[in-house]
């Protein structure tokens, strides 16, 4: 079965620092993995995806996010947190295997303090 | 705005009413999703279509929940006979669905209270 972890419910991080949200998935055959933000009150918004290529991808407002096969991970990084990330994060990932459905973790709440 | 849509945002109403609620997807979008979410949690699959035909439904979606895409346009996702436990978020997203644009993009919501 697809399944997406997020192990830590809430990551806590001061303004400035470095930060990183986990994602592990567990997927047969090749994994499309996402990383999406959600606001109070609104819709998921895209930040950045894998599909092949580079295990470092770049994303929208700073964000990146490592691929690694070997350790099934797929985690979320910024170098200099903002105030304005914080927000509830999500990875997803596409069983290509099973109609193409999405499947997603059950969230991260990141929060950046002054 | 060319994004995703949803209407109503907001839904109120009794058990056993009828509830169906629409999402107007980005235009050249040939696959369109409609997800659950409920407080804590994330997106949680319902259905969903490439163009207008209904490709796959959760096992989890009961008789009463029913879902069209007439045209492969708009959609709309009916809840018949609701039930508290059908409070929640109901997303729509949509995708282009083309190599290598897989991403989804997601509409605002419509929150569902049953009272």
């Known amino acids: 079965a697809q399944s997406v972890a997020q192990p830590e419910d809430q990551v806590n991080v001061a303004e400035g620092n470095p930060l990183t949200v986990k994602c592990t998935y567990s997927v047969s055959g090749n994994p499309y993995l996402f990383w999406y933000v959600q606001y109070p009150n609104r819709g998921l918004q895209f930040l950045l995806k894998?599909?092949?290529?580079?295990?470092l991808v770049k994303g929208s407002y700073g964000f990146e996010a490592e691929f690694n096969k070997s350790q099934t991970s797929f985690h979320l990084k910024k170098p200099s947190a903002l105030v304005s990330d914080s927000a509830l994060y999500f990875c997803a990932v596409r069983d290509i295997n099973n109609f193409n459905k999405f499947y997603f973790g059950s969230g991260t709440k990141l929060n950046v303090k002054p | 705005d060319t994004g995703v849509s949803q209407d109503p945002r907001h839904k109120i109403t009794k058990r056993g009413q009828n509830v169906t609620f629409r999402c107007d997807p980005i235009s050249e979008h040939n696959r369109l999703y409609w997800y659950r979410q409920t407080l804590g949690q994330g997106p949680e699959f319902l259905t969903y279509?490439?163009?207008?035909?209904?490709?796959?439904k959760s096992r989890l979606l009961s008789d009463r929940f029913s879902a069209e895409r007439p045209k492969g346009s708009f959609s709309t996702l009916e809840i018949q006979r609701t039930e508290q436990g059908d409070s929640a978020m109901y997303l729509c997203?949509?995708?282009?669905?083309?190599?290598?644009?897989?991403?989804?993009?997601f509409g605002p919501g419509t929150r569902l209270t049953v009272t």
């Open positions: 894998y599909i092949t290529g580079d295990n």
């Open positions: 997203a949509s995708s282009l669905d083309k190599w290598p644009s897989y991403e989804q993009y």
């Open positions: 279509f490439q163009n207008e035909a209904q490709l796959e």
